[in-house]
């Protein structure tokens, strides 16, 4: 299945359209169950729609409860099955509730998709009394996940299961201001992912590191100068999920994922030295101003 996507030229080059084979999908995916953390918007929403006619049970968690249950709805009208459970991944408490409502079902889990996740970009001096920015990055993007699946690792051992990790190309590039909180705890669960994938794939876990660039969700609305970059549709990213899925690859990266690797490492200290001089002169510009 391949769908054309409204991209400019330069989003064709970087972001290649790729297809995958919807039989073999609904044949992996036949009485298995998924879920799907962060499925109300964004990446994790498209997921559940391309998933909607593959006779998947799919397992949707996030906040927003009206959301979910408008997507339930929606692809229960076109013959899909659908459980919604609304938590608050960041909260142990919450995760604890939906542990065993997951444990209670018949088979268990076949593939965790972790995609929940929030994003802050702020200066580290606008953070001086934001503490809590670090907190609750980290225990959406890091404690959240770790807690559902140090549960949930016997079962998808069980299973001959999958864990599917929507990380981000920047975990893997030279870190950037203003970043701190993202991009520390997306390294933070990358690390602990790629760490525990020998470990889990020894007892038959399949696991696959999914690295994104921008993705035209919610998530970058904020950010004024990201609207003019080039960035993926979210319903591209859920067709590299589903190919994810169908051959169990353990990492999706951008081609050129691999160009701004190299750079980073050479070009480390003046891409440093570059980003010294540009808040520097914006600090100076902001004090003529003032
Ligand atoms: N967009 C990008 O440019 C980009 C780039 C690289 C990687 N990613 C990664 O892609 C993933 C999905 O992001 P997206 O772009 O689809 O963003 P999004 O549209 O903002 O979706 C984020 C999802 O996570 C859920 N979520 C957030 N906090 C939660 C919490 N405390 N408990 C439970 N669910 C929570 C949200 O639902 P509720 O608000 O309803 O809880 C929503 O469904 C994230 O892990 C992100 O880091 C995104």
Same mark, same amino acid.
């Given at each position: 299945m391949f769908t054309a996507y409204k991209y400019s030229f330069p989003e064709l080059i970087l972001f290649p359209p790729i297809g995958f084979n919807e039989e073999r999908l609904r044949e992996r995916l036949k009485g298995k169950t998924i879920l799907i953390t +962060? *499925?109300?918007? +964004?990446i994790g929403e498209s997921l559940a729609y391309k998933l909607a006619n593959t006779g998947v049970h799919l397992i949707l968690v996030a906040r927003t409860a009206e959301k979910l249950n408008s997507i339930k709805n929606k692809i229960e009208k076109q013959g899909g099955y659908v459980s919604v459970f609304p938590a608050d991944l960041s909260k142990p408490a919450e995760v604890a509730a939906l542990l065993p409502i997951i444990h209670q079902? #018949? +088979? +268990? %889990?076949?593939i965790v998709v972790n995609n929940a996740g929030k994003s802050i970009r702020r200066s580290i001096n606008d953070s001086l009394d934001r503490q809590h920015d670090f907190t609750r990055t980290m225990a959406i993007n890091y404690f959240g996940p770790v807690q559902l699946l140090l549960s949930l690792i016997p079962v998808l051992e069980k299973n001959k299961g999958h864990v599917i990790n929507i990380s981000s190309v920047s975990v893997l590039l030279a870190p950037a201001p203003y970043w701190a909180a993202y991009q520390a705890s997306k390294s933070a669960f990358d690390n602990w992912f790629r760490c525990t994938s020998p470990e889990l794939n020894a007892t038959g876990v399949s696991t696959t590191s999914i690295y994104l660039p921008l %993705? &035209?969700?919610?998530?970058?609305? #904020?950010? *004024? &100068?990201?609207?003019?970059m080039p960035a993926m549709n979210p319903d591209h990213v859920a067709a590299i999920i589903c190919r994810a899925i169908i051959n169990k690859r353990r990492k999706y990266a951008p081609w050129w994922l691999v160009f701004g690797q190299l750079a980073s490492v050479i070009f480390r200290y003046p891409w440093e030295a570059l980003n010294t001089y540009w808040l520097k002169k914006k600090l100076m510009d902001q004090k003529q101003l003032s």
């Open positions: +962060g *499925a109300s918007f +964004g079902l #018949p +088979g +268990g %889990v076949d %993705v &035209k969700t919610r998530m970058i609305a #904020p950010t *004024a &100068k990201y609207q003019k």
